[in-house]
């Protein structure tokens, strides 16, 4: 059978840690986990769950985590979550014809003991928290303060987005694990999530979606690539690639850490 042609071609990676380290990678390889033709695109939406203190703002040129104590985002007013962050779905389809195909939801932070790092509480527009236990992706169980303790989770949501009569709106996530205070690590102080979203849409030029989920560190002399096959694209015309990721740390002062398609 001859393989289909498409003048998009949508890239997703989701979870690198870009950090300063060049020791203990504990490297999770990246593969596949939505690989699919359609007439549609891909939304990516997210937010942090930890952040500065309003007393001390990051001030545009330092190192985030070594200005002062990080301490928890928790924008909700509800006393059952200690954080949580939001971020609006806004599906740009002028006909309203879309339907999503696939959703998945990850977290990622930084953490120190035993924290139940793989249960966290999700809202969906005009719905209550649920609670949600992850699939772990990866997690860096270190030999010392001086690294912490690193992880990646993840769980399709897909269900509960499609259930919904109108999937756009306010999504949150809360009860993310994380340290606080004074940066204890070389590694800093981060914790936030990110929601992947396929739809489809009959009047939308067809796209060969692929998104990749794993865990490694990118520095100025760790590399990794991620190859894309099983398609071809059009004969003729401009070929449009785009691609989104989704990262915990990689502050401004290091240098060095970058993604980049070809």
């Known amino acids: ?72 985002v928790d924008i909700d007013g509800d006393p059952s979550t200690f954080n949580s962050s939001s971020a609006d779905l806004d599906v740009p389809s002028d006909n309203g014809c879309y339907q ?20 966290i509480k999700f809202k969906v527009p005009g719905g209550s928290y649920v609670d949600i236990t992850g699939t772990e992706i990866y997690y860096q169980n270190a030999s010392n303060n001086y690294q912490s303790n690193t992880f990646a989770y993840y769980h399709d949501v897909t269900d509960m987005l499609t259930a919904l009569p109108d999937p756009e709106g306010t999504y949150s996530v809360a009860n993310i694990s994380s340290l606080v205070g004074p940066r204890p690590n070389s590694e800093g102080l981060s914790a936030g999530w990110s929601l992947f979203i396929v739809y489809e849409d009959p009047l939308m030029p067809a796209q060969y979606i692929t998104s990749f989920d794993g865990f490694t560190k990118i520095t100025s002399v760790i590399n990794e690539t991620f190859p894309v096959s099983g398609f071809n694209t059009i004969p003729v015309g401009p070929v449009r690639a785009k691609f989104a990721f989704s990262t915990i740390e990689g502050d401004r002062s290091y240098s060095g850490d970058y993604l980049r398609l070809n």
């Not at 999503?100 to 249960?119: C, Q």
């Open 1 to 72: 059978m001859k393989k289909p042609t498409f003048s998009r071609i949508t890239i997703v990676v989701v979870m690198l840690l870009l950090g300063q380290l060049t020791f203990a990678q504990n490297l999770i390889p990246f593969s596949p986990r939505f690989d699919e033709a359609l007439k549609g695109d891909i939304l990516l939406i997210g937010n942090s769950n930890v952040g500065l203190h309003p007393t001390n703002p990051y001030n545009g040129n330092a190192t985030n985590d070594g200005t002062n104590a990080a301490v928890h």
């Open 100 to 119: 999503i195909v696939y959703a998945g939801l990850y977290w990622s932070s930084v953490v120190n003991g035993d924290d139940p790092i793989s249960d």
